[in-house]
């Protein structure tokens, strides 16, 4: 008998647990199809998942969870680096379409952990027509989202910058996760990159010593094969890599409709360096499936005057 009664109870604790660490979404828009309650059920059951994951500093258990092989493996990428989990218990959310006949939720509020310091982001969710989970990622913010979007000027222009703030996500999280195959395929063959280094310039004395003198910017380009190996020698000897983006503003060029310039604030913090900067992507859209990136530039922020950052005008395109 008090064998039975202890079974109890671990058991009631266990649920009582379960039920702490549980989030149920709701849709507020829901049309109550089995497309919608597939949604609801599976983003349910993977953030519930993440959360006890979380709490028992386990991977991700993906029991009764419909998601196909290559969504589950870009979420475990991303929980290797930066586990997270999600604040509410109960998430009325709005239910968004994006090209391609898909959907997307957005502003899930989440709790992430990189290396030993804990941040407040929003996830997104893309989900497929079938309602299938296809992606995840960390959001920008919202606030600047909108603005960003009603800044479009046509449908056209309207559709891209939509689409430019989902690059620019799943770009900055393709970092948290050292996604490799992503960022190559992401940056065109002939991609243009160019690294701010910071360089101390040393001045002489009258008496012929040497001094320190002020320090300068130093403009370095690497080809697309170049960088890569860069970045996977970064991505080897770190336990974690977070990247953020702020302050991002588009411009689209002014003859050529499918070229857009992005500039941007990024923040980089990694288990062994950190910096701040202000980046510019030429982002191409002839192919919108697949847009590319033809143009990176990074600078470092405190020695780059506003009037030298890299920005779209800059540039001849020539194609």
């Known amino acids: 008998m008090d064998r039975f009664i202890l079974t109890l109870v671990v058991g009631l604790f266990a649920v009582a647990g379960f039920g702490q660490n549980r989030t149920q ?3 507020n828009n829901s049309d109550n199809s089995a497309v919608h309650q597939r949604i609801v059920r599976d983003v349910s059951a993977l953030l519930t998942a993440c959360n006890v994951a979380s709490v028992q500093n386990k991977a991700i258990d993906w029991t009764g969870i419909q998601i196909g092989n290559n969504a589950k493996s870009r979420i475990n990428d991303i929980w290797s680096t930066s586990p997270f989990r999600c604040i509410e218990t109960n998430l009325d959310v709005n ?3 994006i090209p391609g006949g898909k959907f997307q939720l957005r502003q899930i509020p989440v709790v992430v952990i990189t290396g030993d ?3 407040n982001e929003e996830l997104v969710f893309n989900i497929r027509p079938d309602g299938s989970i296809e992606d995840l990622y960390f959001g920008l913010d919202q606030h600047r989202y909108r603005h960003l979007l009603s800044a479009g000027e046509g449908l056209t222009d309207f559709r891209r910058r939509q689409m430019i703030l989902d690059f620019l996500e799943n770009f900055r999280t393709a970092y948290n996760r050292k996604d490799l195959n992503m960022l190559e395929m992401t940056f065109s063959e002939n991609a243009l990159i160019i690294v701010g280094r910071v360089v101390q310039e040393t001045e002489r004395g009258v008496d012929g010593m040497a001094s ?6 130093e403009l370095i380009r690497y080809n697309k094969q170049q960088y890569m190996e860069n970045l996977r020698r970064v991505f080897s000897r770190n336990a974690f890599i977070d990247v953020n983006f702020d302050d991002i503003e588009i411009v689209k060029h ?6 857009y310039g992005v500039n941007l604030r990024q923040k980089w913090r990694s288990s062994t360096y950190g910096d701040e900067g202000y980046l510019f992507l030429m982002i191409d859209f002839e192919d919108e499936e697949h847009p590319l990136i033809h143009v990176r530039a990074w600078q470092p922020e405190k020695e780059t005057p506003m009037e030298e950052v890299i920005e779209l005008g800059d540039f001849d395109i020539i194609k």
């Open 212 to 217: 320190l003198g002020q320090q300068k910017v």
């Open 117 to 119: 310091a804990r941040k």
């Open 25 to 27: 979404i709701k849709l």
């Open 95 to 97: 239910l968004l379409r």
């Open 254 to 259: 002014g003859s050529r409709d499918e070229i």
